[in-house]
């Protein structure tokens, strides 16, 4: 453990508030998590995050939160940072349908986000629970690698309640089908790819759809049911959503972008945590796992630019202090760098990179100088006078930010390890 000292003021404060915990085993007993009860208080969505997806630490920590939240917390939904779509056959299985070995197809060829081992719990603890744990989905499709998961349902919808359209959508999913990958980091290039036609006309058909889809939805409603009409005018959104990421994404890398035009996604997911909790029972509280850049309520900038509005930054615009974010980080150890390599599966490449000592005025130089293990503290607590961390990392770089605005708790992990499935992908 590092050795204390006083280089950094507000590691002061984490001495003196910070709480130890004692596992990280999913399965061990959750007596250490109970300041965690008073810590997120009423908050109706607990989003818990991580600085680097693939690291085991984080995976297992926010399945001890989870099981924490449901078990003695009352929480009943897992949002995860996954498709809006695929969510719902997830979630099916969650409550028992199918047998047990049908995760693997539902998960086949999805990158490895840490999403499988909370369903198989899920599934589990369903099986005999009183209140089930639901599963949903608030992502754009293939995490922004392809439009069809979200449009082949589209048409299967409009060939009950709008068989007249089903041209312009097949039009729109073969156009989609053209630069299809497991993640944007194989599709963006393929879509940039595209001739310049091809682009426009996919992004007229999909705006032409939605429209139709809000101008008639009485017919639509009265041809079908009010659930699936919500589900289908909600995935359609998500191609819509993801087909804008692209040009953001092609003109941000060509130097031409709108500011904080890449977040379309965010935004999108915002409103699928939204989407889900309205149409939830009252009372419902809902656990959101997603990476730290997108569950803070701050902007994200690199570089003194303004680059994007993060899903954290609009849940708490609406549901102020019901929305808690709760950052997961570490000291020390390993992260997973991905870097863009068309060749590879998913379109990038993971990394396995040893971390440098962190940054002074980074949060976890404030770990390291407070002599903290593994720990949790409740940033809302902080004295406004005590000079705050301006940075958090992300994988092995940092993102600029102030902590104490941008997040209500840290959890640090004190080492993290890059999952070894992943490294041998």
């Known amino acids: 453990m590092p050795v ?5 003021p507000f590691a002061g404060w984490l001495r003196g508030h910070a709480v130890p915990l004692t596992h990280l085993d999913p399965e061990a007993p959750l007596d250490d998590l109970e300041p965690l009860r008073d810590i997120v208080g009423d908050a109706r969505v607990v989003a818990i995050g991580e600085n680097s997806h ?6 297992l920590m926010r399945r001890r939160i989870l099981r924490f939240l449901v078990e003695r917390c009352g929480f009943t939904v897992l949002a995860f940072e996954y498709g809006f779509s695929e969510g719902f056959p997830l979630d099916a299985w969650a409550q028992g349908e ?3 070995d049908d995760l693997s197809a539902h998960l086949a060829g999805t990158i490895p986000v ?4 909370p369903l198989r719990w899920m599934r589990r603890h369903n099986a005999t629970a009183s ?18 998961p979200a449009l082949a349902p589209v048409a299967d919808y409009l060939r009950q309640v709008d068989p007249e359209t089903l041209p312009a959508v097949q039009t729109a999913m073969r156009i989609a089908g053209s630069f299809a990958g ?3 980091a194989s599709a963006a290039p393929a879509w940039t790819r595209l001739a310049t036609a091809e682009q426009d006309a996919l992004s007229a058909i999909l705006m032409r759809l939605l429209i139709r889809f809000r101008a008639v939805e009485p017919l639509y409603v009265s041809r079908g049911d009010r659930r699936g009409y919500d589900i289908a005018l909600r995935r359609l959104e998500a191609a819509c959503h993801a087909d804008y990421g692209f040009r953001a994404m092609a003109d941000l890398f060509a130097g031409s972008g709108l500011t904080a035009d890449t977040s379309a996604r965010d935004v999108y997911m915002a409103g699928s945590v939204q989407w889900h909790l309205e149409r939830a029972e ?7 796992a997603a990476h730290n850049a997108h569950i803070q309520k701050t902007s994200v900038s690199f570089n003194g630019h303004l680059t994007g509005l993060p899903m954290g930054q609009h849940l708490h615009g609406v549901l102020g202090d019901e929305y808690f974010a709760l950052a997961l980080t570490s000291v020390n150890g390993h992260t997973a760098d991905m870097r863009p390599d068309e060749k ?3 379109g990038f490449a993971i990394d396995d990179t040893a971390l440098e000592p962190p940054e002074q005025g980074s949060i976890e130089a404030a770990f390291a100088d407070a002599g903290l293990g593994l720990s949790i503290a409740d940033l809302r607590r902080a004295h406004p006078e005590t000079p705050g961390p301006d940075r958090v990392r992300i994988q092995s770089a940092y993102l600029h930010t102030p902590v104490i605005d941008a997040f209500d708790g840290i959890l640090n992990t004190s080492t993290s390890t890059v999952i070894d499935d992943v490294r041998k992908d």
Do not use: M, W, Y
């Open 54 to 59: 693939f690291i085991t630490e984080f995976s």
């Open 4 to 8: 204390p000292s006083d280089h950094d």
């Open 114 to 117: 840490g999403v499988d081992e």
């Open 98 to 100: 199918g047998t047990d």
């Open 131 to 148: 209140r089930p744990v639901r599963f949903a989905g608030i992502d754009i499709p293939a995490a922004g690698g392809s439009l069809l």
């Open 282 to 288: 009252p009372g419902t509280r809902i656990v959101l």
């Open 182 to 184: 497991a993640s944007a």
């Open 344 to 346: 590879a599966r998913f």
